[in-house]
Each structure stands twice: as structure tokens, then as C-alpha cells.
């Protein structure tokens, strides 16, 4: 099993930081906003709004990670599926709702918001907004491998992204 390394993850954060970073502070403080929120509070108009700039943070994402070798790419997508599965969790899949594909959407958009965010609902599900999804984010860097060397990368990692595979997040 190859696990990322914290270099990996570092840049992983760092790259996703940097394409969120063009959109100036607005929707930057919201996404803070949304990771410090009191968890009892209504919060569907602040993600929605949030849902309406992954595409162009996704599009700076991608230009960001033009000039990458499979190898890079490789990594990144293996720094996604493990953050994907480790919140791939019942705790977290209560709070967002959704069919399988539904709740790996809604871990999508979790992961999409950035670190800070990603880690507030890790540590607290409750922070997960229902309703909330960004399917493109899911498998963006293996899209991009295959894109750009026709073929989905082989991450090594022994772990599966989609929902309910990670056992240690749905008791028995």
C-alpha cells in the first residue's frame, strides 16, 4: 500500500489553496466562515454560493497542473482518493444525506473547500452541509492523467474513494 507523503499533501493543499486564492476574499472568508460556523446554524445559502465558484476554481486547478508529469499527477490523485476515503464515514454520510454516488459527491465538495474545511468536518461532521456537491472534484486528477497520458493512473494505494468502502467509517 503506498500512502501519500506529507510533501504530496502539502503541495495537494497548497495548489488547491493558490486556485481558490483568484477568487479574491469574498469567497475565501465565506469558505472560513463555513469551517468555523456554529453547527447548529442554516448554512444552504452560504454553500450554494460556495458550489457556484468550483468550476473556476476547478479551471485554475487545472491550468495550475498543465506542466505536471504522470508521476505528479499520480500523486495528487493519491493524495484525493485518501482524503476522500478517510472521510468516507457514517457520521459524515448522516450530516450530507445522499445516495452513494450522492455522498461521494457531497465528500467532493468537502475536499474541494480546502483544508481547513476538509479538517473541521473530519474532526466534526456536523460542520457538513447537506445538499452540497462537486462530482468534478471526485476523480479530477485522474481525469486529467488520462487526459493527458490516456490512461487513469494506478495509485498503489489499496483504498477505494467510493462510497461506504472505508470499514473503519461504517460500523457493522
Not at 477568487?23 to 444552504?44: C, I, W, Y
Not at 455522498?103 to 481547513?116: K, N, S, V
Request: glycine share 6%; hydrophobic share 45%.
Amino acid at each position: 500500500m503506498i500512502l501519500p507523503t506529507a510533501a504530496e499533501e502539502a503541495r495537494f493543499w497548497a495548489m488547491l489553496e493558490n486556485a481558490w486564492a483568484g477568487l479574491g476574499p469574498g469567497p475565501n472568508d465565506l469558505r472560513r466562515a463555513l469551517a468555523k460556523r456554529d453547527v447548529s446554524a442554516e448554512v444552504f445559502e452560504e454553500a450554494a454560493e460556495l458550489e457556484e465558484h468550483l468550476d473556476t476554481v476547478l479551471v485554475a486547478l487545472a491550468s495550475a497542473c498543465e506542466g505536471l508529469s504522470a508521476e505528479e499527477l499520480t500523486a495528487l490523485d493519491r493524495v484525493a482518493e485518501r482524503k476522500l476515503h478517510e472521510i468516507d464515514r457514517a457520521d459524515v454520510q448522516e450530516v450530507t444525506d445522499g445516495s452513494d454516488d450522492g455522498f461521494l459527491y457531497a465528500r467532493g465538495f468537502i475536499l474541494a473547500l480546502g483544508q481547513e474545511f476538509y479538517e473541521a468536518v473530519a474532526r466534526d461532521p456536523r460542520v457538513a452541509v447537506q445538499d452540497a456537491e462537486c462530482e468534478a472534484f471526485c476523480y479530477f486528477f485522474a481525469h486529467l492523467h488520462a487526459a493527458r497520458f490516456g490512461d487513469h493512473p494506478e495509485t498503489g494505494s489499496g483504498i477505494s474513494r467510493e462510497s461506504a468502502s472505508n470499514p473503519a467509517g461504517w460500523p457493522r
